[in-house]
């Protein structure tokens, strides 16, 4: 089945820096990749997704980058913010319906 | 609009108890699903409804059974609960069929299990 990787698990930066999670998949089929954001204690939301027509989305200060022949997919955050801190989840679209698998989640810290 | 609801948040049980978990959803979404959490795992997909009348199982079905009452609601029954069961449980929901489309979370019951 579907495995989703994901790196790194944990990642510190400084207000203002930017910060790149990425994620590999191995199922060549899958075509929707959505990135998540759950902060303590609270519900995963959706922050920004890609289809697998398009090699890069951008969304103010996050982007999500896909390479469809390494089978990767990268989030990218810059001018980072204290309010970014957060967990971070990949996932890939597997399957005939909207059955996602997520990575294990990247805990991101953002520094003052 | 609520978005999805569930109940309860919080949930201590005992070894061999049984519970069920109530999820609703009022976006009109075909498709629902349940999802647990474990430090370090990310969500798992336990079973999921892609429409009405359906379910299937997902990458960790055992032990669980659902019940997709009507549109709007989504149960998940732990029959005999084991320790191995303590987690978070999500429910989300999504437009679903052949389309990508995102899903929206509740807020999660928190489940503990002595």
């Known amino acids: 089945g579907e495995n989703v990787e994901q790196h790194p698990s944990t990642l510190s930066v400084q207000e203002g820096d930017s910060a790149v999670i990425k994620c590999t998949y191995s199922?060549?089929?899958?075509?929707?990749f959505p990135w998540y954001k759950q902060e303590l204690g609270k519900r995963p939301q959706l922050i920004i997704d890609?289809?697998?027509?398009?090699g890069e989305k951008k969304d103010q200060r996050i982007a999500v980058t896909l390479n469809k022949t390494a089978k990767h997919f990268s989030l990218h955050i810059t001018e980072t913010q204290p309010e970014d801190s957060a967990v971070y989840f990949c996932?890939?679209?597997?399957?005939?319906?909207?059955?996602?698998?997520f990575g294990a989640g990247t805990r991101l810290a953002v520094h003052p | 609009n609520a978005g999805v609801t569930q109940t309860p948040k919080f949930q201590v049980l005992k070894t061999g108890q049984s519970m069920t978990l109530q999820c609703a959803q009022d976006?009109?979404?075909?498709?629902m699903y349940w999802y647990r959490q474990d430090p370090g795992m990310g969500l798992r997909l336990i079973y999921y409804?892609?429409?009405?009348?359906?379910?299937d199982k997902g990458e960790v079905p055992n032990g669980y059974n659902v019940s997709r009452l009507n549109k709007r609601e989504f149960s998940l029954r732990l029959e005999s609960a084991a320790p191995s069961q303590t987690s978070v449980y999500f429910c989300?929901?999504?437009?679903?069929?052949?389309?990508?489309?995102?899903?929206?979370f509740g807020d999660g019951t928190r489940l503990s299990i002595l």
């Open positions: 890609i289809r697998s027509n398009v």
């Open positions: 976006m009109n979404h075909n498709s």
């Open positions: 996932a890939s679209r597997t399957g005939g319906y909207n059955k996602l698998i």
């Open positions: 199922d060549s089929a899958s075509n929707y």
């Open positions: 409804s892609a429409s009405e009348g359906t379910t």
């Open positions: 989300a929901s999504s437009w679903g069929g052949q389309e990508d489309q995102p899903q929206h």
